[in-house]
């Protein structure tokens, strides 16, 4: 079957239709629904800076190459790259050199923040020193803290992220898990319950983009590098979750969208519940949280003294 729009040869089915797209339909078809998006949600206005949190990965990269355009062609808007160096041997090197390559060529300015400046150590150096904690966990709450404080500190708007439908399903699923449900309270499109000057808001354009809709779009602007996964990935609780929805998916296609379709339903009521809730800061470092002392300075602490 040829290309619905032009008749062109076809290289991606939507997700959930029985409508295939040529490159070119395809490509215009992401970044109107990344556009629409970013509309609906008012995540961007103009003279805005936007820092883009980039890994080097395909979705980061993508995010990166479609605000860039957006910036020089729809949206007068800044922006920016920040990248966080957790230091993981064999994989984050390799991307760190993409996402340099990628910011030269296009003229964005890139910062590069590390988990080293900020904890003396290295994340393999973290999980070496505690081999039974779980390396996502740790490294979760270092690089939210590390991108706040530094897309503060660059004096950013908001801080974009490569999220995509597939990540906010994954989210959503752990949380109930978990019984967390005023984690839950801060996804969305545009992060936060309530507006709070130290906190940055976080913009996800690709909200409701598929993970392969992503890695499409990366394919056909040539950003896909040599993909490797993450050394510690498999640790992740996440992992298991993604495999399972991924199982669901195939079973039953549309689960993901559905579960994030309802979750955007019930949003607003889980804002509304949660917004009184006290935003605290560090006794140690000052940054917000919601206890005493931030889970950043709780592993901080924990690296030093159990060295
Ligand atoms: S997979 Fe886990 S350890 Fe690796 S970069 Fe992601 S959160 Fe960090
Ligand atoms: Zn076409
Ligand atoms: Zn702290």
Do not use: W
Not at 133 to 138: E, K, L, Q, R, W
Not at 177 to 184: E, G, P
């Amino acid at each position: 079957m040829p290309c619905k729009i032009c008749k062109e040869k076809p290289v991606m089915q939507l997700p959930n239709s029985n409508i295939k797209l040529c490159k070119s339909c395809f490509v215009k078809y992401f970044e109107r629904k990344a556009l629409r998006t970013i509309r609906k949600y008012k995540l961007i206005s103009r003279k805005d800076h936007v820092v883009t949190a980039v890994s080097g990965g395909k979705d980061s990269l993508s995010l990166l190459h479609f605000l860039n355009k957006l910036a020089s062609k729809k949206i007068d808007f800044k922006l920016s790259a920040l990248l966080i160096d957790e230091g993981i041997k064999d994989y984050r090197d390799g991307t760190i050199e993409a996402a340099k390559k990628f910011c030269k060529k296009n003229n964005i300015k890139l910062n590069i923040a590390s988990y080293k400046e900020v904890t003396r150590k290295t994340l393999d150096g973290i999980k070496k020193q505690f081999p039974d904690t779980i390396a996502c966990s740790m490294c979760g709450v270092l690089r939210r803290y590390i991108l706040n404080k530094k897309s503060r500190e660059l004096k950013a708007d908001k801080l974009a992220t490569g999220h995509n439908l597939d990540d906010e399903a994954q989210s959503i699923i752990m949380n109930q898990f978990r019984h967390n449900i005023a984690l839950s309270a801060r996804l969305g499109p545009i992060t936060g319950v309530k507006k709070d000057p130290r906190f940055i808001p976080r913009i996800k354009p690709f909200y409701f983009l598929t993970e392969k809709e992503v890695a499409t779009y990366a394919f056909l602007n040539n950003l896909m590098d040599k993909f490797k996964e993450c050394t510690y990935c498999t640790e992740s609780n996440r992992f298991v979750v993604r495999d399972m929805l991924n199982d669901m998916e195939a079973k039953y296609p549309g689960t993901k969208h559905s579960i994030v379709a309802s979750f955007i339903e019930i949003l607003p009521l889980l804002k509304e519940k949660f917004k009184d809730q006290e935003i605290k800061s560090c006794r140690i470092c000052k940054e917000p949280c919601s206890s005493e002392i931030c889970n950043a300075c709780t592993i901080m602490q924990k690296i030093k003294t159990e060295a």
